[in-house]
C-alpha cells in the first residue's frame, strides 16, 4: 500500500467521523486544524484506523501522533509498507 493509498482511507475515515465531506487531509492536519477533534475523537479515530487497517498501536504510538503525516508513517510501519 502506498502513501497516498493510506492518505485516501485516512480521509474517508475523518470524513466520516468528523461528519464533514470537506476535510481534506494533508502531512501537517493535527487537532488545531478540525474543530471537533479533541481526546475523545482522537479514541475514536484510533479504534477506526486499527479496524480500517487491520493494525493495533500502544497507548506510546498513539501519543508520539501529532498529526496526520506521523498516523500514516506509523500505519505503513504497521502493514509493512
Known sequence: MTRGEVFQKLNVIFCNN????????????????????????????VVAIQDEFNVKFNIDEVNAMKNV?????????KIGA
Do not use: H, P, R
Open 18 to 45: 468528523f461528519d464533514d465531506e470537506n476535510i481534506v487531509l494533508s502531512d501537517k492536519t493535527s487537532s488545531a486544524d478540525i474543530e471537533d477533534w479533541d481526546s475523545l475523537e482522537q479514541i475514536n479515530l
Open 69 to 77: 503525516g506521523e498516523m500514516v508513517d506509523f500505519i505503513l510501519e
